[in-house]
């Protein structure tokens, strides 16, 4: 199974650009990049996905490199409501359905 | 966008009940729900996956008497925790998928055994 590292932690001043780094070196050509974020007591909260091709959304852009073994997401203009755990997260295909493993995350702080 | 509910959000109970969680997907059908673990400042940790009508797969580790999934619609999974004990307090959340959608999680259920 694809296995994602992250920063611990982050922090970013709000109003700048947030880039969350992901490495994700074992992938496998058809398994998919999730980014979801948490919020304290909360369940997580999609904000994007992608296979090979960056993708922008209303949330985030993530940059997939051309070799997929990384990726960034990037929240444009940080808000103090962005302050969450980020995880990246590599879809695995079993006959049971795609399921999801997360990692540890990163905790990102934006800071006013 | 697609909304996942689950209920209820807290439960505290005595040691040795059971408990039951509720996972519903209110605005799409849900083939694949999954439920997870999280416990204080970790990671969610998948448990076990359903399908609509077939018995669920559980992670190595996660005992199914102990945990009873039940996937009876395209909209309603349940989890139920049998016999409840302190260890087993924890913060239980579901997600369901289907079709083009991507998991959609709900906001899970705080569960503290006394």
């Known amino acids: 199974d694809a296995k994602t590292t992250q920063p611990t932690s982050m922090d970013c001043a709000e109003g700048r650009a947030a880039n969350l780094p992901c490495n994700h070196s074992t992938i496998s050509g058809n398994e998919y990049v999730y980014w979801y974020r948490q919020i304290h007591s909360q369940g997580p909260q999609y904000i994007i996905h992608?296979?090979?091709n960056n993708e922008t959304n209303e949330m985030a852009s993530l940059i997939i490199t051309e070799d997929r073994k990384s990726s960034t997401l990037i929240l444009p203009h940080a808000t103090l409501r962005d302050t969450a755990v980020y995880y990246c997260i590599v879809r695995v295909r079993r006959d049971t359905g795609n399921q999801f493993y997360f990692g540890t995350g990163t905790s990102l702080t934006v800071i006013p | 966008g697609a909304v996942v509910s689950q209920h209820p959000s807290r439960v505290i109970c005595k040691s040795g009940t059971s408990v039951k969680i509720e996972c519903r997907s209110l605005?799409?059908?849900?083939?694949?729900m999954f439920w997870y673990r999280q416990f204080p400042k970790q990671s969610l940790m998948l448990m076990a996956t359903?399908?609509?009508?077939?018995?669920?797969?559980?992670e190595q580790g996660v005992e199914k008497d102990k945990f009873l999934i039940n996937h009876a619609s395209l909209t309603l999974s349940t989890l139920t925790v049998t016999s409840a004990h302190p260890e087993d307090s924890s913060f239980y959340i579901c997600?369901?998928?289907?079709?083009?959608?991507?998991?959609?999680f709900g906001d899970g259920t705080r569960l503290s055994i006394l």
């Open positions: 359903s399908n609509e009508g077939s018995k669920a797969t559980y």
């Open positions: 997600s369901a998928s289907g079709g083009r959608e991507p998991q959609h």
């Open positions: 605005d799409f059908q849900a083939t694949t």
């Open positions: 992608g296979l090979k």
